[in-house]
């Protein structure tokens, strides 16, 4: 079995489908794709392409509101943030800047400045973005790093609830989502760093900073 891309522990088999095996992390219970099932870039970024969200999808920003809007309650509008994985689109930091809200983009394929990443935030958020990571451990460094202190980390992501329910899950299908963490892996990322765990909602969790 692989090691565990978030806590280098060793993996035990989970789930296999026809495409591909999924593997379980006994220690922070995140379930991983072993690496040989990633896609390369060029096809990886295809995908994305198929996705249509802009800011004049209604849809669409009621999806994203469920992060943004508590986010925002608990921050105030004086705030700077960042939206790591933005998209194409750019939809959040749009939102945000509606209210009055700063928050900066940055994205691997679309909105590729990195300046936006040495420079610190009162938040960051990922929406659909943490799944798609292989390097879990190498990105919690990263996050925290553009975090100041009290800061918080905004993720919204479909949640890991059982085997039986893993087993039929549509999530898992998308080749391009490789990591699917649980609110086990939640607790144990905020345990090991220190954070506060917040669940805001079936796929959005906040972890502060100290």
């Known amino acids: 079995m692989s090691s565990c891309p978030l806590c280098h522990q060793q993996t035990f088999a989970f789930h296999q489908d026809k495409k591909r095996q999924y593997v379980r992390c006994p220690s ?12 390369d870039a060029t096809a990886e970024k295809a995908q994305y392409d198929l996705h249509d969200n802009d800011f004049a999808d209604t849809g669409y920003q009621r999806f994203l509101s469920r992060t943004l809007t508590p986010l925002l309650a608990r921050t105030g509008l004086n705030a700077k ?13 749009q939102m945000a800047a509606a209210q009055g809200v700063s928050v900066a983009n940055y994205d691997l394929f679309y909105h590729p400045d990195t300046d936006v990443l040495h420079q610190q935030y009162d938040f960051v958020c990922l929406t659909e973005v943490i799944e798609h990571i292989g390097d879990a451990h190498q990105l919690i460094e990263r996050l925290s790093q553009l975090l100041l202190p009290g800061g918080i980390l ?24 490789i990591n699917f963490y649980s609110v086990e892996t939640f607790e144990w990322l905020a345990q090991q760093r220190g954070w506060q765990l917040e669940i805001i909602d079936n796929d959005v969790v906040f972890l502060q900073l100290p």
């Open 28 to 39: 922070c219970h995140l379930v991983s794709v072993p690496a040989q099932f990633y896609l």
């Open 154 to 177: 905004a993720i919204m992501t479909k949640r890991v609830l059982s085997l039986e329910a893993f087993t039929h899950w549509h999530y898992k299908n998308d080749p391009t989502h």
């Open 81 to 93: 943030g960042l939206d790591f994985g933005c998209g194409e689109g750019a939809v959040l930091s």
